[in-house]
C-alpha cells in the first residue's frame, strides 16, 4: 500500500513538472497558425499575375452557364456568389472535373464545377464530407476544453460511415484524468462549446501542403507527426490535407464542408474508454448532428441520440476492449 501511495505521488510530480516544460496550447495554436499562413502565403504567391481560366458551371439550371475566374486565386465559392444567394448559402462542397473539392479550395485551371448540397438527389459525397467535419468540430472542442494543467492529445482521425449513428473522435486525455467518468453535464459542456463554434460560422479552410510542412505545423505532437507519415504515404501525390477553422488546425484524410454554420443539431453523446493503447488511455468521444438543411422532430432526435451514446466498432490498430468504467467523483473544470 505504502510504495502504491509513493508510485502516485511521484506520477503527479513528474507530470507536474512535464507540465510546465511543454508548452502552452495557446502557444501551440499560435505556432501551428503562423506555419499555415506562412504556406498559405507561399502558395498564393505562385500566382504574382492574374491568369484567367473558364469554369463551366454543371447542375439544374446552370447547365452551359460559362464563368471567367482568377487562376489560384478564385474558388468554388467564389463562383456560387456569381450565382445566387441560394447558391452560397446552401452548397457545402464541390465537384471539379468529376472530383472532390472543398468550397474554399483555389481552382489552378479551366474546369468543369458542380456545387453540391445536402438536398441533391445523392447527397452521399456531402454526407460524408459532414461526417468528417461534425467530427473535426469535435475534436477542436475537446483540445480547448480542459484546463491548461491538463494534456489532450488528438489520435488519428479514422473514417467513421454515417451509417455507423454517430461520428468519432478518439483522444488520450492527461494521465492524471485516467479515472475521470464524464458525466451528462460534461457532455452538455462539450456540447455548448461546439454550438459557440457553430453560432460563430467558422470557415474550414483547406490548404495541401507537403509533409515537412505538415511536420512543422505538428512539431509539438509525435502522435500527429506519425500520422502526417501515413497519410503521405498512402497519397499518390505525396501531400497532405490541413484545415484551419478560427485558430484549430488540423489533419484530415478526406474534404470538409465549407463552415461550421452549415451545422445545426449538434451533441456530443458519450465519451468511452477503450483501454490502454500506445499513447495512454484511449477514449472515443462521439456526437450526433443534422445539418442546416435537414431537421429532425424532438422524438425522432431521441432516438437517433440512444443510438450516438453506444459505442461504435471503427476497426483498427490500438483499439482495446473497453474496461468497466471507473468510480470517480473527480470532474475536470471545462470551459
Not at 485551371?109 to 454526407?127: A, G, M, Q, R
Not at 490548404?207 to 498512402?234: G, M, N
Not at 443534422?290 to 450516438?308: F, N, S
Request: with cysteine.
Amino acid at each position: 500500500m505504502a510504495s502504491r501511495t509513493v508510485c502516485r505521488v511521484f506520477q503527479r510530480r513528474f507530470a507536474s513538472a512535464v507540465a510546465a516544460q511543454r508548452p502552452s496550447l495557446a502557444e501551440v495554436r499560435s505556432q501551428r497558425n503562423a506555419v499555415f499562413s506562412r504556406e498559405q502565403a507561399r502558395q498564393r504567391a505562385l500566382y504574382p499575375r492574374i491568369e484567367k481560366i473558364e469554369v463551366s458551371m454543371q447542375g439544374p439550371g446552370l447547365d452551359g452557364a460559362l464563368l471567367v475566374m482568377n487562376k489560384g486565386m478564385s474558388t468554388p465559392l467564389s463562383c456560387a456568389r456569381h450565382l445566387t444567394e441560394h447558391h452560397v448559402t446552401n452548397s457545402a462542397l464541390a465537384l471539379v472535373d468529376g472530383e472532390p473539392w472543398p468550397l474554399h479550395q483555389p481552382l489552378t485551371h479551366s474546369c468543369s464545377l458542380t456545387l453540391l448540397t445536402f438536398k441533391d438527389n445523392d447527397p452521399t459525397l456531402v454526407n460524408e464530407a459532414y461526417w468528417r467535419s461534425c467530427a473535426a468540430l469535435l475534436g477542436q472542442v475537446l483540445e480547448t476544453a480542459f484546463k491548461d494543467d491538463y494534456t489532450v492529445e488528438l489520435l488519428s482521425t479514422r473514417e467513421v460511415p454515417v451509417l455507423s449513428g454517430a461520428f468519432c473522435c478518439d483522444v488520450v486525455l492527461d494521465p492524471q484524468l485516467d479515472s475521470w467518468t464524464p458525466s451528462e453535464e460534461s457532455l452538455r459542456s462539450l456540447t455548448r462549446g461546439a454550438q459557440q463554434l457553430i453560432h460563430q460560422d467558422l470557415a474550414w479552410e483547406p490548404l495541401e501542403v507537403a509533409p515537412s510542412v505538415a511536420l512543422e505545423a505538428f512539431s509539438h505532437s509525435r502522435c500527429k507527426q506519425e500520422e502526417v507519415e501515413q497519410k503521405a504515404s498512402q497519397n499518390p501525390k505525396g501531400t497532405v490535407m490541413l484545415y484551419r477553422c478560427g485558430d484549430h488546425v488540423l489533419l484530415s484524410g478526406g474534404p470538409l464542408v465549407a463552415r461550421t454554420g452549415l451545422c445545426s443539431q449538434y451533441e456530443v453523446t458519450a465519451l468511452h474508454s477503450l483501454g490502454q493503447g500506445s499513447w495512454g488511455l484511449h477514449r472515443r468521444a462521439q456526437g450526433l448532428s443534422l445539418p442546416l438543411q435537414l431537421q429532425a422532430h424532438h422524438t425522432v432526435w431521441r432516438k437517433l441520440r440512444q443510438r450516438a451514446e453506444k459505442l461504435v466498432d471503427v476497426p483498427g490498430p490500438e483499439v482495446a476492449a473497453p474496461p468497466s468504467p471507473p468510480n470517480s467523483p473527480q470532474l475536470p473544470a471545462s470551459h
